[in-house]
Nanobody
Framework: QVQLVESGGGLVQAGGSLRLSCAAS????????MGWFRQAPGKKREFVAA????????YYTDSVKGRFTISRDNTKNTVALQMNSLKPEDTAGYYC??????????????????WGQGTQVTVSS
């Protein structure tokens, strides 16, 4: 079992930056692929970024490539999402997720076993 707690959300102006953090409890964190998803009001939850177990590879949805960076520290059981050049369309609740599955597509939210409670990011224009 892995429990996830996000932090770092807030209100920022367009063009600004935020860093989201996700703290994980449990001894299986290093065995989990980790991801970030987001959901805006009235919209479906969407994939944002994912990182492999060792941190050697990362994946991003096209709309955040070049602006967001996902990272992890397996010694501290944390995963982070650095968000730069934020846009109003990035406004959403952001959720940290983890999966122990090896063959589930990284962008498929149904393949993630563990979810945090979410943290709100609001970008003003």
């Amino acid at each position: 079992q892995v429990q996830l707690v996000e932090s770092g959300g807030g209100l920022v102006q367009a063009g600004g930056s935020l860093r989201l953090s996700c703290a994980a409890s449990g001894r299986t964190f290093s065995n989990c692929r980790m991801g970030w998803f987001r959901q805006a009001p009235g919209k479906k939850r969407e994939f944002v970024a994912a990182i492999t177990r060792t941190g050697g590879n990362s994946y991003y949805t096209d709309s955040v490539k070049g602006r967001f960076t996902i990272s992890r520290d397996n010694t501290k059981n944390t995963v982070a999402l650095q968000m730069n050049s934020l846009k109003p369309e990035d406004t959403a609740g952001y959720y940290c997720a983890g999966t122990s599955l090896y063959y589930s597509p990284y962008e498929f939210d149904g393949g993630y076993d563990y979810w945090g409670q979410g943290t709100q990011v609001t970008v003003s224009s």
